[in-house]
T-cell receptor
C-alpha cells in the first residue's frame, strides 16, 4: 500500500457535532484529495489540495472544510455533522502534474456514522 | 446525466469465465481512462490506464477504449475468485485535473 493512513478508521457521532478526519501520507506527494463514497453515487470529490495551504472545492464541498499546514497532512472537518454526511470517506494522493494520468493512491477509508 | 455511467451489477460469473465490464462517458475532453479495483472495505487501487483510443493488455486484463462511441471496457480472462471486487472506471483530461469516477460494478467470481 502507498504510505497513506487515515484516522479514525471508524467514528460514530451525533448530529450537530464537529468532526475532523485526518489523512497522513509519507510519499511526499503534492496533491491530496478527500472523497466520499456512497451507494449509487460512487466516489465524489469533496475538496482537494495542490500544495501546503493551497486548497480548492470539489463537487460536494458544502458542509465541509479542509486544511493543509504540512505536506504530509490533510484534514477534513465537518463543521456541524448531519445524517446526510454518513458515508465512507477516502483520502487520496497523487504525484505532480507530470503524472498525466493523475494516478491516485487511496487510503483505507474512514467509516463515519452520524446519528 | 452523469459524466461517467457504469452498470452497478452485481455480476456473478463462474471461475474461468471471461468477464466484460463497461462504462460510457459523455465528455469528449476526456483523454485518460483508468480502471480501479476496490476490495470490500478497502480503498480503490489503480489496475490499468489507457490513453485515447485502443487496447492495453496486462496479464489477464485488457482495457479497451472506443472514443468514437465514448465506450470503455475492461476484460478479465480466466477469472479467479480473487478477482471478486468492485471495479470502478475513471477518466480525466490529463494532468492534475479532476478525475471522474463511475459508480462501480460489483463482480463475484464463484469457485
Amino acid at each position: 500500500d502507498a504510505g497513506i493512513t487515515q484516522s479514525p478508521r471508524h467514528k460514530v457521532t451525533e448530529t450537530g457535532t464537529p468532526v475532523t478526519l485526518r489523512c497522513h501520507q509519507t510519499e511526499n506527494h503534492r496533491y491530496m484529495y478527500w472523497y466520499r463514497q456512497d451507494p449509487g453515487h460512487g466516489l465524489r470529490l469533496i475538496h482537494y489540495s495542490y500544495g501546503v495551504k493551497d486548497t480548492d472545492k470539489g463537487e460536494v464541498s458544502d458542509g465541509y472544510s479542509v486544511s493543509r499546514s504540512k505536506t504530509e497532512d490533510f484534514l477534513l472537518t465537518l463543521e456541524s455533522a448531519t445524517s446526510s454526511q454518513t458515508s465512507v470517506y477516502f483520502c487520496a494522493i497523487s504525484a505532480t502534474a507530470a503524472s498525466v494520468t493523475n494516478e491516485q493512491f487511496f487510503g483505507p477509508g474512514t467509516r463515519l456514522t452520524v446519528l | 446525466q452523469k459524466e461517467v455511467e457504469q452498470d452497478p451489477g452485481p455480476l456473478s460469473v463462474p471461475e474461468g469465465a471471461i468477464v466484460s465490464l463497461n462504462c460510457t462517458y459523455s465528455n469528449s475532453a476526456f483523454q485518460y481512462f483508468m480502471w480501479y479495483r476496490q476490495y470490500s472495505r478497502k480503498g480503490p487501487e489503480l489496475l490499468m490506464y489507457t490513453y485515447s483510443s485502443g487496447n492495453k493488455e496486462d496479464g489477464r486484463f485488457t482495457a479497451q477504449v472506443d472514443k468514437s462511441s465514448k465506450y470503455i471496457s475492461l476484460f478479465i480472462r480466466d477469472s479467479q475468485p480473487s478477482d471478486s471486487a468492485t471495479y470502478l472506471c475513471a477518466t480525466n483530461s490529463g494532468g492534475y485535473q479532476k478525475v471522474t469516477f463511475g459508480t462501480g460494478t460489483k463482480l463475484q467470481v464463484i469457485p
